[in-house]
Nanobody, 121 residues
Framework: QVQLVESGGGLVQTGGSLRLSCVASGRSFTISNGAWFRQAPGKEREFVALIRWIGGSTVYADSVKGRFTISRDYNKKMVYLQMNSLKPEDTAVYYC????WGVGAGEYDYWGQGTQVTVSS
């Protein structure tokens, strides 16, 4: 089992920045990717970004390219999401995920509890 705990959400104005963190515990050597998804009220959970645990290559959703940066600290078993130039449409609950390989939420076995990000206009 892998446990994931997110932190760093909050309220920010349009154009502001936030940094989300996710720490993994348990059998984290089984992690293939670290990923972030988000879910806004009334919408499906959508992919935001992923990072390969080995090698560190990244993939981003088109909606966040150039604004968000995913990174990881392999030794600390941490995954981060730096979010810049935030927009009201970025408002959502952000979830850390692990154990999957692609951009579909259904591919991931492990999820954090979520952290709320609210961007005011």
């Amino acid at each position: 089992q892998v446990q994931l705990v997110e932190s760093g959400g909050g309220l920010v104005q349009t154009g502001g920045s936030l940094r989300l963190s996710c720490v993994a515990s348990g059998r984290s050597f089984t992690i293939s990717n670290g990923a972030w998804f988000r879910q806004a009220p009334g919408k499906e959970r959508e992919f935001v970004a992923l990072i390969r645990w080995i090698g560190g290559s990244t993939v981003y959703a088109d909606s966040v390219k150039g604004r968000f940066t995913i990174s990881r600290d392999y030794n600390k078993k941490m995954v981060y999401l730096q979010m810049n130039s935030l927009k009201p449409e970025d408002t959502a609950v952000y979830y850390c995920a692990a154990g999957g390989w692609g951009v579909g939420a259904g591919e991931y076995d492990y999820w954090g509890q979520g952290t709320q990000v609210t961007v005011s206009s």
